[in-house]
């Protein structure tokens, strides 16, 4: 009897990323079959029973098809914006003044503490919309923008909500130790006990967050604060991961490896010892070109130390509202190899296989592979770079998620 599926897509070329495959694991001519929203098939069409079934049959005209797109870093919960203070910095004004004035992420803060869950979704979803709009299927959403228990837990609330108002895969990750907030006076050591004491473990009860973040710098928290939240993020059963070595080189990327995080994100100043060590831990090292366009950053993240020390690297939009107001992946992957001379296969690869293993779900999707979740994203273009070259073009013919 002949094998029936739920969907067959046919006459297509495929990028699968598999690991072990050279390049995007490239198929001229290939299929893929699903069944009850997973892959069963995805190879050479030559090799596919001639005789399978399906409901449903989609003729892909030699269309190319890639795994969905995975945007692995985002803020994308909030309230507010920041489009004023970006007006006064184009106007002159320093970001002391413009902190002064109200602005900064204490006026995110303000923002975010003031709006409902429902108002922090309903201004959430246009910016979802559009990372979904460019085929990307999984997101990950961090709260921060709260800095006390009740609107930590509202923000990752609503970023668990979005993934039942929308097709897509929604990864949280608990950001209390991101800034000080006001009310702490200044002692960053009592705000990291309320976080550690009070704020992970009621976030680790209600299951509200996949992982747990932190922001170590100087302008942020310490080496022993940072791991301090991550020990008793250990003793909750939660992963890590680290905005490390954005301004200034503290050990960010050698502490997320000893902690073995799923990865550090920025790294604009993680030296070759750093690398290693993430190399070491399979942590991967997670670019963010948009922040580092937004704020006119002038150090770029060590590419070619990563690629000779054998690390891991994905790309993500880092969406938020004051370094990284960005909602395109298409765009990022431009950045990437743009401003930090990325290979076309880095940048597709870091929005696919490696932003998957970024927050812990490679088993599960960012490869076209038979067992994995049936996310595509199908395109009109005659090859992968285009994803890449094109600026503010979106060649996306179709979106599955699920097998739908």
């Known amino acids: 009897m002949a094998e029936r599926f739920d969907r067959i897509w046919h006459n297509a070329r495929l990028a699968t990323m598999r690991a072990d495959r050279p390049d995007l694991g490239e198929i001229e001519l290939g299929v893929i079959a699903a069944l009850g929203g997973r892959i069963v098939y995805a190879g050479a069409q030559a090799d596919f029973p001639a005789d399978a079934d399906a409901i449903e049959r989609i003729d892909c005209d030699g269309r190319w098809i890639t795994p969905g797109l995975i945007d692995c870093h985002t ?14 910095r184009l106007k002159g004004a320093s970001y002391e003044e413009v902190a002064r004035a109200g602005g900064g992420i204490v006026s995110t803060v303000a923002a975010t503490r003031r ?3 429902a108002d922090l979704i ?4 246009p910016r979802l919309d559009a990372l979904i709009a460019e085929g990307v299927t999984t997101i990950e959403i961090k709260s921060g923008y709260g800095l006390d228990t009740e609107t930590e837990m509202r923000q990752l609330a609503a970023a668990r909500n979005l993934g039942r108002q929308r097709p897509v895969a929604i990864r949280t990750s608990f950001l209390g130790a991101h800034a000080l907030p006001v009310e702490a006076d200044g002692d960053k050591d009592r705000y990291i006990d309320l976080v550690c004491k009070e704020m992970l473990p009621a976030v680790a009860r209600t299951g509200l967050a996949d992982a747990v973040d932190a ?5 942020a928290f310490s080496a022993d604060q940072t791991a301090r939240v991550f020990e008793t993020a ?3 059963g ?6 490390a070595d954005q301004l200034s080189n503290l050990g960010g990327a050698a502490l997320a490896a000893k902690f073995s995080a799923l990865s550090a994100d920025h790294l604009e100043h993680t030296d070759e010892a750093g690398a290693a060590a993430m190399a070491r831990s399979g942590t991967v090292a997670v670019l963010l070109p948009g922040a580092f366009y937004f704020i006119r950053e002038t150090q770029k993240p060590p590419v070619e130390t990563f690629r000779e020390a054998g690390v891991h690297m994905a790309l993500a939009t880092d969406c938020n509202p004051g370094s990284s107001p960005l909602t395109s992946l298409l765009l990022a992957m431009n950045m990437g190899a743009t401003l930090f001379r990325m290979t076309v296969a880095e940048c597709i690869i870091g929005v696919t296989r490696e932003g998957a293993r970024a927050l812990g779900v490679v088993d599960e999707t960012g490869t076209l592979e038979a067992g994995k979740w049936c996310d595509l994203a199908i395109w009109d273009i005659e090859r992968p770079a285009e994803l890449v070259y094109r600026i503010g073009f979106n060649p996306l013919h179709r979106r599955v998620w699920r097998g739908q």
Do not use: D
């Open 238 to 243: 939660l992963p890590v991961k680290l905005h």
């Open 234 to 236: 250990r003793g909750l």
């Open 215 to 219: 922001f170590m710098e100087g302008i």
């Open 75 to 88: 803020h994308l919960v909030y309230g507010g914006n920041r489009a004023h203070e970006f007006e006064l």
């Open 115 to 117: 709006a409902s869950e």
């Open 122 to 125: 309903a201004s959430a979803l």
